[in-house]
């Protein structure tokens, strides 16, 4: 079956430039949560979704990035005057019902701030 | 603090041998972990998972150590391939929301 989807792959933005970034989940998968990594390090938490409403999102660097799940399926994470120390690959995982089931990652959207 | 670490950054092996990565945890609360296997531009990869209550488990050449006496947490590949040639990142539940705290990762490097 399909796995986690983001879309875009690739995404080049302006510092100061507002972005948006997708995660189609795995069908059927309550929990959705974004992860960001750099170069050379592990995944780092940034939030996780359990149905439509925000369980956990005390990774969130600060208030310019903010995410979303309104129908408790596709999430987007938006990111507000960008920074050039945004440029990482944002990760979108989702797992059956949170807790002690596995998270299936997407590819991720690598962010490059200019 | 508390983090999830790994013994060795980088791993080589010769095709065909056994492949052997460790990786430690401080907190003794987390119940459920996770190792990963990521190849250059994709996403982490779920490879085998194990839960607090058992100290072995076994999947398709891979097999999972716990020691919580320690708190060590080990992957060993059996008749390693150039296939498995990845990074490796073990990652521990700490609560039962399923948050997973990844550690930096150990780079698997198989010669042929």
């Known amino acids: 079956g399909a796995g986690v989807s983001q879309t875009p792959s690739n995404k080049v933005t302006e510092k100061g430039k507002y972005v948006e970034l997708r995660c189609d989940p795995i069908?059927?998968?309550?929990?959705l949560y974004w992860y960001r990594q750099s170069l050379g390090q592990g995944p780092e938490f940034l939030i996780y979704f359990q149905g439509t409403g925000a369980a956990d999102d005390s990774g969130l660097p600060n208030d310019r990035f903010f995410a979303v799940r309104p129908e408790g399926s596709v999430s987007t994470l938006k990111i507000q005057r960008t920074e050039r120390g945004d440029s990482a690959v944002y990760l979108c995982?989702?797992?059956?019902?949170?807790?002690?089931?596995?998270?299936?990652f997407g590819n991720g959207t690598r962010l490059t701030v200019t | 603090g508390e983090s999830v670490g790994l013994h060795l950054p980088t791993l080589s092996v010769q095709e065909g041998d056994n492949s052997i990565i460790n990786c430690a945890y401080s907190?003794?609360?987390?119940?459920?972990f996770i190792w990963y296997k990521q190849e250059s531009g994709k996403g982490p990869q779920f490879i085998i998972d194990i839960r607090s209550n058992m100290d072995k488990r076994q999947g398709q050449r891979v097999t999972v150590l716990l020691n919580k006496t320690v708190k060590h947490l080990s992957l060993q590949i059996a008749a390693t391939q150039p296939g498995d040639s990845a990074v490796y990142f073990c990652?521990?539940?700490?609560?039962?929301?399923?948050?997973?705290?990844f550690g930096k990762g150990t780079k698997l490097s198989v010669k042929p």
């Open positions: 995982a989702s797992s059956l019902r949170g807790g002690e089931s596995p998270l299936h």
């Open positions: 069908s059927g998968h309550t929990a």
């Open positions: 990652a521990e539940n700490r609560g039962s929301q399923g948050n997973l705290i």
């Open positions: 907190n003794s609360a987390s119940d459920y």
